[in-house]
């Protein structure tokens, strides 16, 4: 069971307020242990990011997976694009922050990297629907 400041929904438990919620189990195949194609793409994922998030790590059982989960997430990001680069960020945090994922952070020092100011990060990860955002970036 883990402890979530999420909004309950659905078959949940509400306590106080946090919501239970139940999660699967799913092995993680660390820096350590990882070979072959893992052990290149984790390398991959510290040169470009510093480290190996842990959504990359949920894929580690199966590295033809990630592999395609990353050359995914790469053209999506850093693609050609009519938004730029910093457009993509604020949308992934918006979608994140609603999810009520974990991801946001991510998502939210990549917009400090393209020079989005913190005040608007912050509001973005804690309310995507106020913050002051121009109509493009809507």
Known sequence: IMASAAPCAG????????????????????DQEAEGVLATLYQQAKTRAGRVYNILRCMSLAPRHLRASVALYSEVMHGESP??????????????????????????????????EDALVEHLRLNPDGAPLDPKER
């Open 83 to 116: 938004l730029t680069r910093a457009q993509r960020e604020i949308l992934a945090v918006g979608v994140s922050s609603a999810n009520h994922a974990i991801l946001t952070e991510a998502h939210a020092e990549d917009l400090q990297v393209e020079g989005i």
């Open 11 to 30: 078959t949940t438990a509400y306590a106080g307020t946090l919501c239970l919620t139940a999660m699967a189990y799913i092995r993680l195949i660390d």
